[in-house]
T-cell receptor, first 113, second 112 residues
Framework: QQQVKQSPQSLIVQKGGISIINCAYENTAFDYFPWYQQFPGKGPALLIA?????SEKKEGRFTISFNKSAKQFSLHIMDSQPGDSATYFC????????????FGKGTKLSVKP | NAGVTQTPKFQVLKTGQSMTLQCAQDMNHEYMSWYRQDPGMGLRLIHYSVGAGITDQGEVPNGYNVSRSTTEDFPLRLLSAAPSQTSVYFC???????????FGPGTRLTVL
């Protein structure tokens, strides 16, 4: 069964700290791994994404680390800010024209001032 | 561009009633999809479409119908609403052969 397992379910971090959210997948055919950010009452929005041919991708304070052999990937938020407080979803897909996203169950991040 | 729009924003139904959730996009995206979001469950795919006239089932299709007569619109129909369909529904779209999906603002549905 194609699953994406995400942890932790919730996370509290102090302002300026590092937030780390982890995901694991089962299907080795997945070739696209995005992270989505969702604020209350809004739809999810793409934050950052990676393909399995690279081990790390960084965009500003957000970094994806990818471990193909372990079938795991993680989101690191450096210098976490209260404005980062949101729910984060990892996902995976086969890519291409029929690449439906399979989502993790989400992590609710709270950054305390 | 308005992006992906959804109506209504909120809806309350009684068990057995029918309704249609509307989704439209103005980005000329061929791929559109519907997800439901439940607490602690993430987003689960209901139905998707790779173009006008083509639809297929996702992970949780039971109780929902879709059709795609135009590139812009992808309505989701509940024929006989059940309390288990209480959820937040999101429509999404993307260009073919690209991976970035754009989500609408959602419809919060309550079935009593």
């Amino acid at each position: 069964q194609q699953q994406v397992k995400q942890s932790p379910q919730s996370l509290i971090v102090q302002k300026g700290g590092i937030s780390i959210i982890n995901c694991a997948y089962e299907n080795t055919a997945f070739d696209y791994f995005p992270w989505y950010q969702q604020f209350p009452g809004k739809g999810p929005a793409l934050l950052i994404a990676i393909r399995p041919d690279v081990s790390e991708k960084k965009e500003g304070r957000f970094t994806i680390s990818f471990n193909k052999s372990a079938k795991q990937f993680s989101l690191h938020i450096m210098d976490s800010q209260p404005g980062d407080s949101a729910t984060y979803f990892c996902a995976a897909s086969l890519g291409g024209s029929q690449g439906n996203l399979i989502f993790g169950k989400g992590t609710k991040l709270s950054v305390k001032p | 561009n308005a992006g992906v729009t959804q109506t209504p924003k909120f809806q309350v139904l009684k068990t057995g009633q029918s309704m249609t959730l509307q989704c439209a996009q103005d980005m000329n995206h061929e791929y559109m999809s519907w997800y439901r979001q439940d607490p602690g469950m993430g987003l689960r795919l209901i139905h998707y479409s790779v173009g006008a006239g083509i639809t297929d089932q996702g992970e949780v299709p039971n109780g929902y119908n879709v059709s795609r007569s135009t590139t812009e619109d992808f309505p989701l129909r509940l024929l006989s609403a059940a309390p288990s369909q209480t959820s937040v529904y999101f429509c999404a779209s993307r260009l073919p052969m690209t991976d970035t999906q754009y989500f609408g603002p959602g419809t919060r549905l309550t079935v009593l």
